[in-house]
């Protein structure tokens, strides 16, 4: 009951107009840095740390969270009314929320991600808040294989992502991982396919290929598809949007997709995209329709944002109870804490518990307030699909290159944006879908370096020697060979 | 005609002298004006037929080399810096690199009207930023944040750029290396360590960052110092590193001292210094342990221009890093983290560069 009434306390920290103005800017600036394609959570994060330098550090901090939180859930409005993801885990919102968009539902698409945004980093923070010390100590005892069996099993997810479509997606998730092989090599440091260029040698950035894929694709097939002058006045429809009863029936699946996402943000190096795409996964094999998936089944839309919301909470586990960064956010977040001479870890609850209570209230502060702000701001980024594609396909075009170039201020990145937006346009054209080849680049790197430290570790029988490792290999083994097994006797029912 | 012609001698004449005294080579430039405005002074055929223009045409590129010549002559007498000065940092912003940067630029700002902005860089291990600062010029308007893991950085990359493309003007911390255990283990002391390495019989693991880095680098040095085997798994990051020893995963983790602060589960076995660190003074140096030849095993941090830059203006670095150096905020700042401070300058910190890059050649063959 000390940790209630220490929460108690961290509230009334944050009674004051400073913390609530840090919170709401906070959470403005996310959700903006969030629907910036380009702008990843932690870039949000980080730019904005400078400006806390002379902040004291409770309200430095609470700012620096509230964008954290707000940017996660950000990168889902462009994911859905613009299919362009604004962070790399809203591929997986854009999945069913674009499809909504097209049915004319882009409410439902925008209310349903903010309410499982919500809900889930409300989850996510009351793990945090409740377990952390354990689930850190649990965290770190992950071996190499089991990220190596992790990784896996997200590749997995390819199977059901793909449907009938299953060997393309298969194909383009090769790509993806062949993809992730440019570059030094993360484990003995030799070169791989650097060309011998030193831009190579991190291999091709994963936010310009996303945006490159993505939106860059998407602007390419509508003007290949459509007369622009001939291009109807779209006029301002009533949206439709969600009512109680349709957020009551997402219930299981925002509560499934929380839990997992906190537990998959707390193991370090595995984070939002892995935990969004293994819900999404996750959602439609308890799915009755399962068929529904990516035709703008709103269930996709909730399993993809609650799982990436609430991997915040998770992300921050390690950070508080070990001191040690999880993700790329909270690596920035030691940074910021270090300027105001805290160092982030276990002692830090005994000698400023002031800093981590006000933390975990204004966590929980800021998920509503991105809720009450969000509310507002879906009545105005639902107009975004009545703009005539003459004025939105070059405003996308521009959105993109500028975020490709903001990510490292680099032009190579901005053709290696053009780059995959073309490769991404005519694998579209062939039916090839670009989600698989993003699954296959955010996992490939976790799957090679640790299937590399596990074998130096323990060599090649540690695989199946541990055993959550062997469990997580039969479960990517029975989760890749169902879904192909019961399409491949569909198939030859309807050949018969 | 005549009238303008003697304006335009005047303008030359005039221009020519205030440039000669700039570039400080009198004879020569104005015996050439002379020649050449004798010349068309005499010839005043030529003058009038062709003339106007090639005469308006001398007397621009008079002007302009004389403005010219005068910002130059400035730039160099005393006046810098006249335009904010670009500190590049090889990592993305928050990083530690990036904060200390940071913080050097806050405390600057107190001794200097001097504006400076942090660039980040990021991208190849520091290759992406050291490229990007060798393109530029010599003109001490773009300073660079560099560690050591540059230096082997560019060997473990076969990178064609020579760390002497820069001149190392400020060597700023000097971090040691230190090989870090988990204390609630059965091995925390360096005994422990080399008792369980040899039972092992070198399948003792080594956590730490990539391969080839400053940290792997230095704990082969300590094995073979030790006389023992071990492996080195590598992680992308120290933190991941860190989790992983926390998690029991290996035996050490090799690092600095400062990483153990605020995380009471980390014990520092031994570190690589000639004598025991103040702010850790029950931590043992390996060579009160009896291993030789591990008394200078540190990471190193500081600043370095592009070669070429002026003397002038890196006197006017010398003493805004000296300033620095002794300011209490950055004492009490980066003191407490087992940081060594100090100010070697260019001199030094140029040969301390070459010797580590020759010894990571070295290493690498």
Sequence with gaps: ?496 | MKYIMKIYCTILSKSSIIQIRANNCYTTVAKLDRVSIGHLVKNKEFFMKKSFVIFLLTAIVSISLFAAGQSEGKGAAAEFPTKPIKLVVYTGPGGAGDILSRKFTEIAGKYTDATFVVENKAGAGGIVAMEYVAAKKSDGYTLMYMTKSNISKLVTTDSELDPMTFDWIAQMQIDPEAVITNNKTSVVTWEEVVADAKAKGGDQLWLGPAAGGLDHVTAQAIWKAAGIEAKWVPFSSGGKAKAALLGEQGVTYTGNPGEIIGKPDFSIAAIATAERLPQFPDVPTFKELGLEGLENEVMWRGFAVKAGTSDAIIAWYDDIFEKVTNDPDWIATYAPQGNMLVHKTREEFNKIVQADYDAYKAAKQ
């Excluded at chain 1, 999880?326 to 002692?347: E, F, N, Q, Y």
């Excluded at chain 1, 521009?398 to 190579?412: H, K, L, Q």
């Design chain 1, 1 to 496: 009951m000390e940790l209630l009434a220490n929460l108690f306390q961290g509230f009334g920290y944050l009674a004051g107009v400073q913390p609530i103005i840090a919170i709401v800017a906070g959470v403005i600036l996310g959700i903006l840095a969030g629907a910036m394609p380009g702008l990843s959570p932690s870039m949000g994060v980080a730019l904005l740390v400078p400006f806390t330098y002379g902040m004291s550090p409770q309200i430095a901090l609470i700012l620096l969270v509230s964008i954290y939180i707000a940017a996660n859930y950000g990168g889902s409005i462009t994911a859905v009314t613009i299919n362009t993801p604004g962070t790399p885990s809203a591929v997986v919102t854009s999945f069913d929320g674009y499809p909504l968009t097209q049915q004319g539902k882009a409410g439902i698409g925008l209310g349903i991600s903010l309410v499982s945004s919500t809900v889930g980093g409300i989850i996510g923070t009351i793990i945090l808040i409740f377990f952390s010390v354990p689930l850190a100590r649990m965290a770190v005892k992950l071996h190499p294989a089991e990220y190596f069996a992790l990784a896996i099993f997200g590749l997995t997810t390819v199977a059901s992502l793909g449907g009938k479509n299953w060997p393309k997606a298969f194909l383009a998730a090769m790509l993806g991982l062949l993809i992730n092989t440019i570059g030094i090599d993360p484990i003995s440091g030799v070169k791989r396919f650097t060309f011998g260029t030193y831009r190579l040698f991190d291999g091709f950035a994963l936010i310009p290929a996303l945006i490159g894929l993505f939106a860059l694709s998407e602007v390419f097939t509508r003007i290949e598809e459509s007369k622009l002058e001939k291009d109807a006045e779209t006029k301002y429809e009533k949206t439709q949007w969600p009512t109680l009863m349709d957020y009551w029936k997402l219930k299981f699946t925002i509560a499934r997709s929380s839990i997992l996402g906190t537990l998959i943000g707390i193991f370090p190096g595995a984070g939002a995209t892995i935990a969004a795409f293994l819900s999404y996964d996750l959602a439609k094999e308890f799915s009755k329709e399962p068929d529904t998936f990516g035709k703008g089944n709103p269930n996709g839309v909730a399993a993809a944002e609650a799982a990436n919301s609430s991997s915040v909470g998770g992300a921050l586990v390690p950070l508080l109870a070990l001191g040690i960064p999880g993700s790329a956010s909270t690596a920035v977040l030691v940074g910021a804490l270090m300027i105001h001479d805290l160092v982030p870890g276990p002692l830090l609850f005994v000698e400023r518990p002031d800093i981590i209570y006000s933390l975990f209230a204004a966590l929980l502060i800021a998920n509503i307030v991105m809720l009450g702000l969000g509310l507002f701001g879906a009545r105005l980024w639902v107009k975004v699909t009545v703009i005539p594609k003459k004025i939105l396909l070059p405003a996308i075009l521009a959105i993109s290159i500028i975020g490709s170039f903001s990510v490292n201020y680099s032009f190579f990145d901005v053709a290696t944006c053009i780059g995959f937006g073309i490769a991404g346009w005519i694998l579209k054209k062939y039916g090839y879908p670009g989600a698989p080849i993003v699954l296959g680049m955010v996992l490939g790197k976790l799957a090679e370096t640790n299937f590399r430290r596990a074998v130096i570790m323990g060599g090649y029988e540690i695989f199946f020697t541990r055993p959550i490792s062997l469990i997580l290999l039969i479960l990517a083994l029975l989760s890749f060979g169902i879904p192909l097994y019961q399409t491949s006797k569909a198939n030859k029912k309807t050949k018969a």
